[in-house]
């Protein structure tokens, strides 16, 4: 099952420009991780906010999570054209090590 | 650390025949490995949960006796499509968790599945 909702589904942006992704979710959770796909590749890890953190940065890229209304944000600054993938929250639904991914934002970034 | 990797990367195979994957965690132990099945420009599906030594716990709707998994080891889990059919062609992606303070989730690059 998915319990993620993503928005937007696609964005398309200009280098150098900050793109914002959301993702709601909607049961308890114990963390909250955002992944990167690019097309026809295996997901890469980006960060990972536990549920006790209101925000979190790491390098270009910084995660928002509100717990009370279930919803986080991935903000990634002065994006580049290697930027352009599928961007996909992920959250254990209190299970501890098991995943559910929201739907996914297609990010394009043009140079 | 945690690299995972997913053999083969792509395969094509006739209807009717079985094709297994495996997945491999090269510089670490997981004690729990996943399955999952992605549809052109949707999310991943979790299949099932894998731990070393014991039966795989199946997703609702998945078939066991279809998608068949073991996991001899801290470091291997394979998946077997038995009897393929053109509506098992998909993307398949493993994943192999390790405890850091929580749970975390490595990824394999996936395997092209194409059924003809």
């Known amino acids: 099952s998915q319990q993620g909702e993503e928005d937007p589904q696609a964005l398309s942006i200009q280098e150098g420009e900050n793109a914002t992704m959301n993702c709601s979710y909607k049961t308890s959770i114990n963390n909250l991780q955002w992944y990167r796909q690019n097309s026809g590749r295996g997901l890469v890890h980006l960060i990972l906010i536990r549920s006790n953190e209101r925000e979190k940065h790491s390098g270009r890229l910084r995660v928002t999570l509100d717990t009370s209304k279930k919803s986080s944000s991935l903000l990634i600054t002065a994006s580049r054209a290697a930027d352009t993938a599928s961007y996909f929250c992920a959250t254990d639904e209190g299970y501890g090590n098991k995943l559910v991914f929201g739907a996914g934002t297609i990010l394009r970034v043009k140079s | 650390g945690a690299v995972v990797s997913q053999h083969p990367s792509r395969v094509i195979c006739k209807s009717g025949t079985s094709v297994k994957i495996e997945c491999r965690s090269l510089?670490?132990?997981?004690?729990?490995m996943f399955w999952y099945r992605q549809f052109p420009k949707q999310s991943l599906m979790l299949m099932a949960t894998?731990?070393?030594?014991?039966?795989?716990?199946?997703e609702q709707g998945v078939e066991k006796d279809k998608f068949l998994i073991n996991h001899a080891s801290l470091t291997l889990s394979t998946l077997t499509v038995t009897s393929a059919h053109p509506e098992d062609s998909s993307f398949y992606i493993c994943s192999a968790a390790v405890f850091r303070g929580a749970y975390e989730q490595y990824f394999g690059p996936g395997t092209r599945l194409t059924v003809t």
């Open positions: 894998s731990n070393e030594g014991s039966k795989a716990t199946y």
């Open positions: 510089d670490f132990q997981a004690t729990t």
